[in-house]
C-alpha cells in the first residue's frame, strides 16, 4: 500500500477551521478587538498558520519558536508573536523570528534590546501583567511601570507596543470586568509616564470572549489571542455554556486502524500486578466482549480517556503506548483493516499533531 495510506492519520479541514477564525475575528473586530491566531494547539502546521493569516488576524502567534520558525519560508507575512515569555537563551532567536513578544523580565527585555540592536531590527514588546492566576506576568505593578518606563527610555531598540494579561491558565482565574479595568488601570499609568498612548491592551486568550459575549469588555481592550477557541472551539461551549453552534466542532479528525478483532474476557485472567505504566488499575468484569485493538496509543495521543469516538456505540477501554483497545461489542461489524475515527481534547490534539507516527492530511 502506497505510504501515504497508512494509518493513523490526522485529517484537518482548513475550510471549516478558517469558517471558526473568520466568524470569531469578525466578533472582536466588531468591539474594536484585533486577533492574534494562536497557533500552538496543532503544534503550528504552517497550512494551519496560514487560515489564520487568511482570515486576517493582526498576529500568528505560538509558545514555541520552533513553530513560528518556518512560517516565513510557507510564505506568511503576518507579522509573528511569540506569546511564552521567552528565555535569556532565546534572546537571540526571539529577536530573529519573532515581531512582538510577552515579556516579564526586566533581565530579558535588556538582553532582547541587545539582541535587537546587533541584528538591527526594532522588537516590539508587550508587558505581562499578572492579575491573580499566577503563571506570568509582574506581581508587582509599581514594578510593571518602572520596567515599561525603562523600555521607553532606556532600551532603544526595543518598542514598548504595550501591557496584557494572561488568565484561565494555571489559577483559572475569569477574565472578568474588574481584571480588565484592572489591566487598564496599569496601562494608564504607563501611559501618564511616558506621555503617549499605548497601542495595546491584550486582555487574555480564548477565556476572554465570555466577557467580550457579555458585553463586559471595556472599550480600551485592543487585542485578544485566541486559539482554542476556533481551533477545537469546544471549551466555551461546553465549559463555560455559551451557545457556540456556528462554529465548527469537526476541524481535526483523527483516523486510527483496526489491527485485531476478538471476543475476550473484560477482566484481566491471573495475578494482577501494575500495567505498563506502573499503575494498578481498577478493572470491570463486563464478562467476554467484543473489542478490537488499534495501532495507536498513548505516545500519539496522551491519555485514552480524552479520546471521542464519533460512533457513539464504541468505548475506549484503555491503551499501552502503541495499542488502543476500544469495545465493539454494541457496534456495527468491525474488521482488521477498518479504520475507527475520532474528535479529540486540546491535549490529545497537541500530542498527535507532534506524533511522528500519525500522518496530517488536509482537506
Ligand atoms: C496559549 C496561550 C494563549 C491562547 O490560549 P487559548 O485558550 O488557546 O485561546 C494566549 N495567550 C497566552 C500567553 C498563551 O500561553
Redesign the pocket.
Known amino acids: 500500500m502506497p505510504a501515504h495510506n497508512r494509518n493513523p492519520k490526522l485529517i484537518v479541514d482548513l475550510s471549516k477551521l478558517r469558517s471558526n477564525i473568520e466568524k470569531v475575528r469578525i466578533m472582536c473586530q466588531d468591539a474594536g478587538i484585533e486577533m ?1 491566531g ?1 497557533i ?2 496543532f503544534r503550528g502546521l504552517p497550512q494551519g498558520a496560514k487560515q489564520f493569516e487568511q482570515a486576517g488576524c493582526k498576529f500568528i ?1 505560538s ?1 514555541r519558536l520552533d513553530q513560528l520558525e518556518p512560517l516565513r519560508e510557507f510564505g506568511i507575512q503576518t507579522p509573528l508573536m511569540m ?2 515569555v521567552p528565555m535569556l537563551t532565546e534572546a537571540y532567536d526571539v529577536v530573529r523570528i519573532a515581531d512582538i513578544s ?1 515579556n516579564s523580565d526586566v533581565q530579558v527585555l535588556k538582553e532582547l534590546n541587545k539582541q535587537a540592536g546587533a541584528q538591527d531590527k526594532k522588537h516590539k514588546v508587550i508587558l ?1 501583567a499578572d492579575l491573580g492566576d499566577l503563571r ?1 506576568g509582574f506581581w508587582d505593578k509599581a514594578d510593571m511601570v518602572e520596567a515599561a518606563v525603562m523600555v521607553e527610555n532606556e532600551l532603544h531598540n526595543l518598542e514598548l507596543a504595550g501591557v ?1 494579561t ?1 488568565l ?2 494555571y489559577g483559572s482565574i475569569a477574565p472578568t470586568r474588574d481584571k480588565m479595568e484592572e489591566l487598564i488601570s496599569i496601562a494608564e499609568r504607563i501611559e501618564e509616564r511616558i506621555g503617549r498612548e499605548l497601542e495595546y491592551i491584550s486582555g ?4 476572554g470572549l465570555t466577557t467580550l459575549m457579555d458585553g463586559e469588555m471595556p472599550s480600551r481592550i485592543n487585542l485578544l ?5 476556533v ?1 477545537l472551539a469546544r ?1 466555551l461551549q461546553d465549559i463555560w455554556g455559551y451557545d457556540m453552534s456556528y462554529l465548527h466542532k469537526d476541524v481535526f479528525t483523527l483516523r486510527a486502524e483496526v489491527i485485531e478483532v476478538r471476543d475476550k474476557p473484560t477482566h484481566p485472567v491471573g495475578k494482577i500486578m501494575i500495567d505498563c505504566f506502573g499503575r494498578r488499575p481498577i478493572y470491570e468484569d463486563r464478562g467476554i466482549r467484543k473489542r478490537a485493538l488499534l495501532g495507536i496509543g498513548r505516545v500519539d495521543y496522551g491519555t485514552p480517556e480524552d479520546l471521542m469516538p464519533i460512533n457513539k456505540k464504541i468505548k475506549v477501554v484503555g491503551a499501552s503506548s502503541d495499542h488502543t483497545i476500544i469495545d465493539v461489542e454494541d457496534a456495527e461489524d468491525i474488521h482488521v483493516g477498518d479504520v475507527v475515527d475520532f474528535r479529540l481534547c ?1 491535549a490529545n490534539l497537541v500530542y498527535v499533531t507532534g506524533s511522528r507516527n500519525v500522518s496530517v492530511v488536509f482537506i
Not at 204 to 207: I, P
Not at 225 to 229: N, P
Request: charged fraction near 20%; charge should be neutral; aromatic fraction near 4%.
Open positions: 492574534a494562536v500552538k494547539g502567534a509558545s506569546i511564552r510577552l505581562m506570568e496584557g494572561n484561565g491558565c487574555g486568550a480564548t477565556s489571542r485566541i486559539g482554542e477557541g481551533i471549551d486540546y
